[in-house]
């Protein structure tokens, strides 16, 4: 179950299909790098792919890119 900002008050429902390896800071050309050895944990971002049923998304304009709030379950 997930729920768009784009989209308030409307819950999708759909299937995990893949997940990334990590995040786009681990893949970028320059990573960050902290020299200090002073580490922060901080809330990072995982690429996901949800595969929407098309019962819950219809007529829903949906972009890459939109913050989701969601909430996985194992069936």
Same mark, same amino acid.
């Given at each position: 179950?997930?729920?768009? %900002?784009?989209?308030?008050?409307?819950?999708?429902?759909g299937?995990?299909?893949?997940?990334?390896?990590?995040?786009?800071?681990?893949?970028?050309?320059?990573?960050? %790098?902290?020299?200090?050895?002073?580490f &922060?944990? #901080?809330?990072q971002?995982?690429? &996901?792919?949800?595969?929407?049923?098309?019962?819950?998304?219809?007529?829903?304009?949906?972009?890459?890119?939109?913050?989701? /709030?969601v /909430? #996985?379950r194992?069936?």
């Amino acid at each position: 179950m997930s729920k768009l %900002d784009a989209w308030p008050g409307k819950q999708f429902t759909g299937t995990i299909s893949s997940f990334s390896g990590g995040t786009g800071a681990k893949f970028s050309l320059l990573p960050p %790098d902290n020299a200090t050895g002073n580490f &922060v944990k #901080v809330t990072q971002r995982i690429p &996901v792919r949800i595969l929407l049923d098309s019962s819950t998304a219809a007529g829903y304009y949906l972009a890459p890119g939109m913050n989701v /709030t969601v /909430t #996985v379950r194992k069936i």
